[in-house]
């Protein structure tokens, strides 16, 4: 533990204490406050980096766990509530079908929590939060795919029904045979007949994809 | 290889999409209440923590994953470990083979997180020689700073068919500024010079799953294993 009172101490209206104080104002660092504290000294442990600005790089592997920005929360909340100002229609574009695939490229490690959060929240009516689902199916990037399929799955236990429908219909354009044991449960747990045949529907031409994700012949 | 200390452990289990965690898990686990229990509503992140092995545990489930973390007690300065490399994550190792093998939801995916700290170094360029005998790259020019290397280096799973293990790992030669300030004014030094090396080994998001209980525990000692690896013969590109 420091102890001041067998501190060099410089005048504090030196340049060497001014440039010092200067010099670790003007730097963005790290901070690990110490409790620690002796009579008339206290002690901060900051780690050592000469950058003025802090951005990690950011690592498809890694497993940490993602925080999810405002930034993001918020381009989600905007889109949500465009989508819900506007008609949403079959084969019509949307504020969904224009900007989801964007903001989620942008902020693709917090992908997964980020779009339950949406879905559960109450601000997001089912016909958007079915049309985030579709849409979400009709994306073509690898490295996010097993993120989507994992929400379109989780989409298929929701409350209302248009939003497991919704999913349904997500997982059909996806076109992933991984799918189909989340369907089948799906399907077997679903209560309204007009999705269970939706879901049958997807579940069929799931199972008629071959290895290389191409429609197989069937038996007529 | 140098001797490395654990100052943070973590596993983390991603669940499949129709399963969940049970609410009582710390209880299960621990046998009592968690000192703190905490919700986070923005990321729905339940973070029940407590005394644990010396240190501190926190189990954290969100709808997509449940972390299991293990940090030292906090001492007075932030060089605290667990314990030596591996012995130092024994504890939670054995608490997450004993859910695993209880009352584990269906898991997609697992990863075992820890951060590696060195002994002690004389000061930031014998830090980087060290490196050097561990991974590529490290400078060897008199006053160079701010070294980062990280890198996956995946590959097959010895235990499992069609998975793979992601071996991510990030290093540095780290050390804190030690700040003390009197009345009149602030005194620094750089102090704990080491070196670091923050694993993250994982199996890849793309394997389907869902593992069998046999096959989580399984898949648990080959992470171990290739964290040991990496730990004993670094990472060379």
């Known amino acids: 533990m420091a102890d001041s009172s067998t501190l060099t101490v410089p005048e ?10 200067s010099r670790l104002l003007s730097t963005a660092i790290l901070w690990h406050l110490v409790s620690a504290a002796t009579e008339g000294a206290r002690r901060c442990f900051l780690e050592p980096t000469s950058a003025t600005s802090l951005t990690a790089p950011a690592a498809d592997s890694s497993t940490a766990s993602p925080e999810v920005s405002e930034e993001f929360r918020a381009d989600l909340q905007r889109l ?25 490229a942008r902020h693709r490690s917090a992908m997964v929590p980020a779009l339950v959060g949406v879905l559960e929240s109450r601000q997001t009516p089912p016909i958007v939060a079915a049309e985030l689902l579709k849409e979400l199916g009709r994306i073509r990037d690898r490295v996010s ?46 209560p309204l007949d007009e999705i269970r045949e939706d879901l049958r529907l997807v579940a069929d031409e799931l199972a008629a994809l071959d290895d290389d994700g191409v429609p197989g012949s069937r038996d007529l | 290889m ?14 499949a999409p129709d399963s969940s965690v049970s609410p009582s898990i710390w209880m299960d686990l621990i046998g009592e209440d968690s000192a703190e229990s905490v919700y986070k509503k923005a990321s729905a992140a ?63 995916r697992m990863a075992l997180g820890l951060v590696l700290v060195s002994d002690e170094v004389a000061d930031v360029e014998a830090g980087y020689r060290e490196l050097g005998t561990l991974v590529d790259g490290a400078p060897t020019q008199p006053g160079a700073t701010d070294f980062h290397l990280q890198v996956n280096l995946p590959r097959d799973s010895t235990h499992v068919a069609g998975l793979r293990i992601n071996r991510l790992s990030k290093w540095s030669v780290g050390g804190y500024f030690e700040v003390a300030t009197g009345r009149l004014a602030a005194v620094t030094q750089l102090v704990h010079i080491h070196l670091r090396a923050e694993l993250d080994v994982n199996t890849n998001p793309e394997f389907a799953g869902p593992f069998g209980q046999e096959q989580a525990m399984s898949v648990l000692d080959e992470l171990l294993v290739a964290a040991g690896e990496i730990a004993e013969r670094g990472t060379k590109l």
């Not at chain 1, 504090?12 to 104080?21: A, F, G, L």
């Not at chain 1, 949500?80 to 989620?104: C, F, H, W, Y």
């Not at chain 1, 989507?148 to 997500?170: E, I, K, N, Q």
Request: aromatic letters at 6%; charged letters at 25%.
């Open chain 1, 145 to 190: 795919h097993p993120h989507r399929l994992w929400v379109l799955a989780y989409a298929l236990r929701a409350a209302s029904p248009l939003t497991r429908d919704g999913a349904g219909l997500g997982l059909a354009r996806l076109g992933d045979r991984d799918a189909l044991t989340y369907l089948r449960a799906a399907i077997q747990r679903e």
């Open chain 1, 12 to 21: 504090i209206d030196s340049p060497d204490v001014r440039n010092e104080t």
């Open chain 2, 2 to 15: 140098p001797a490395w200390h654990i100052q943070t452990a973590r596993i983390t289990a991603f669940l």
């Open chain 2, 46 to 108: 339940h973070d029940d923590s407590g005394p644990f092995a010396e240190g501190k545990l926190t189990i954290q489930r969100q709808p997509t994953r449940i972390d299991f973390r293990h940090e030292p007690a906090p001492g007075p300065t932030p060089h605290q470990f667990l314990g030596s490399f591996p012995d130092g994550a024994r504890p939670l190792l054995e608490l997450s083979r004993r859910w695993l093998s209880g009352s584990a939801p269906s898991i997609v």
């Open chain 1, 80 to 104: 949500v509530k465009a989508a819900r100002e506007q008609p949403i229609e079959d084969g019509m574009s949307n504020p969904v079908t224009k900007r989801l695939q964007t903001i989620l």
